[in-house]
């Protein structure tokens, strides 16, 4: 299936390739080493609050290449917009520059996050509220709450992708899954931003999606292109 100069694997750009094959490759790895030595990645791996207690430095890097071991779907979709964006963005910036972006918009995605949760902790604090209503555990104190905060995947660079794509391609046409319209990079971009800002204010039971960390992509991919703009660095139109 990969062998061949013609193959549709060897024409893949070296770093959209090799991010693939690494989330892929982690994927597996957090699943095996659950089920035969029972240790959790997520663990120590995943981005946790740095109020929460496991918090590490380093989690602001590794947890862009973990995904949810239950489904599938988050990692299968995360890879194909990376394959999707990024082939297209490493063809015009090169293996380096690509590189660089995906992971100060992964990172930048992160510190978002943790500032987002920031926000949450102090109206608890606040509130003097001693317990939480969390999506799928119920009732819950807060310490527990603190100590289960935890992000993984590669939404937040991927976002970041989106936008860089919609500021330099921004007449592109692209498809929504079920929506048999085109429609163009640039409006593409601003429903998406506009969905994950409504879902990150109105998230009032604390679900699972990091909306916040998706602005952030987003916002940091915008931040980058405008700043290598002034510099004569990146190519194409900004459509912002």
Request: aromatic share 20%; hydrophobic share 55%; proline share 3%.
């Amino acid at each position: 299936m990969f062998q061949g100069n013609n193959s549709f694997f060897s024409q893949m750009p070296v770093v959209t390739k090799n991010l693939i094959i690494v989330n892929v490759l982690v994927w597996f790895s957090s699943i095996t080493l659950a089920r035969v030595i029972d240790i959790d990645l997520y663990r120590y791996l995943g981005l946790h609050f740095v109020v929460g207690g496991h918090f590490l430095p380093s989690q602001l890097v590794t947890y862009m290449f973990m995904h949810d071991s239950q489904s599938f779907s988050h990692l299968f979709f995360n890879m194909f917009s990376v394959w999707m964006f990024g082939r297209a963005l490493e063809s015009i910036w090169g293996a380096k520059r690509f590189l660089i972006f995906y992971f100060v918009t992964g990172i930048g995605a992160g510190i978002i996050q943790e500032i987002a949760w920031l926000f949450e902790y102090c109206q608890l604090v606040f509130s003097d509220l001693q317990l939480v209503n969390v999506i799928g555990e119920g009732v819950i104190p807060i310490a527990d709450f603190l100590g289960q905060l935890n992000t993984v995947g590669a939404s937040g660079a991927v976002f970041g992708l989106l936008m860089a794509f919609g500021m330099l391609f921004p007449n592109a046409e692209l498809f929504i899954m079920f929506i048999p319209i085109p429609i163009k990079a640039k409006y593409f971009v601003f429903f998406y931003g506009l969905i994950e800002l409504i879902g990150g204010v109105s998230q009032f039971s604390f679900d699972n999606i990091a909306h916040f960390a998706h602005l952030g992509g987003m916002l940091f991919g915008y931040i980058l292109i405008v700043y290598w703009r002034r510099k004569g660095y990146g190519r194409g139109p900004i459509y912002f």
